[in-house]
């Protein structure tokens, strides 16, 4: 059983604070890692992902992926208001002619002003 | 450039009768996947989709739950004598090839069975 885990939250940082979202995954052999952020009530929203061991910076965003330990991370910096929202890790598995994205359960960040 | 399009955006159904939950891909997209999302849990995959064919439906139900691509058309999620239980937000989403793996999620369909 493949399993993406997330601590629940909630998240609370100070405006312009650096917030720190943690992901681990069981399955070993996962390819692709993206990070979602979905607002309440509303759809997931794709705002990174990455496929390599090490560091993708995309703005204010920054992925970080360790596949030996099986962690994935997401860094955003001067964080703002707009950034509370729930933070979903997503794992893909492609085997063969097929794949599907497995989610965490996701972390919900509250950034204070 | 249109997204992921989702219709309808809400629907309300008593228990025992069919839901239809339809999704439109991004234009050029042949792959859409169908996620359903309970009040405060995670997105759960239900099933895999290409154009006429069911790739993986691993997620889906045994019962009462069918999904559908055709040839021409959006897809199609099909839940049959709904129960409460179902009352959930179903996500369609589409990617453009298998082995490119990012998914573009519509705005979702909230169910509610009464």
């Known amino acids: 059983q493949k399993e993406v885990e997330q601590n629940s939250g909630p998240l609370s940082v100070p405006e312009g604070a650096i917030a720190s979202l943690n992901c681990t995954y069981s399955d070993r052999v996962s390819q692709s890692f993206f990070w979602y952020r979905q607002y309440s009530g509303k759809s997931p929203e794709l705002i990174m992902s990455?496929?390599?061991?090490g560091d993708k910076e995309d703005g204010r965003f920054t992925a970080q992926l360790n596949k030996a330990s099986q962690y994935v991370s997401l860094l955003i910096r001067d964080s703002q208001p707009s950034d509370s929202a729930t933070y979903l890790c997503a794992v893909f598995h492609y085997g063969g002619s097929q794949g599907n994205l497995i989610f965490g359960k996701g972390t919900k960040l509250s950034v204070k002003p | 450039n249109a997204g992921v399009m989702q219709n309808p955006r809400h629907l309300v159904r008593r228990r025992g009768q069919e839901a239809r939950l339809r999704c439109s891909p991004v234009?050029?997209?042949?792959?859409v996947y169908w996620y359903r999302q309970l009040p405060e849990e995670g997105l759960k995959f239900m099933v895999y989709l290409q154009k006429e064919n069911i790739i993986d439906e691993s997620g889906m139900p045994k019962e009462r739950f069918s999904a559908e691509f055709p040839k021409e058309g959006p897809s199609i999620l099909r839940i049959q004598q709904v129960v409460r239980g179902d009352s959930a937000a179903y996500f369609c989403?589409?990617?453009?090839?298998?082995?490119?793996?990012?998914?573009?999620f519509g705005p979702g369909t909230r169910l509610t069975v009464l």
């Open positions: 989403a589409s990617s453009p090839v298998a082995t490119q793996p990012e998914q573009f």
């Open positions: 234009k050029g997209h042949s792959h």
């Open positions: 990455i496929y390599s061991n």
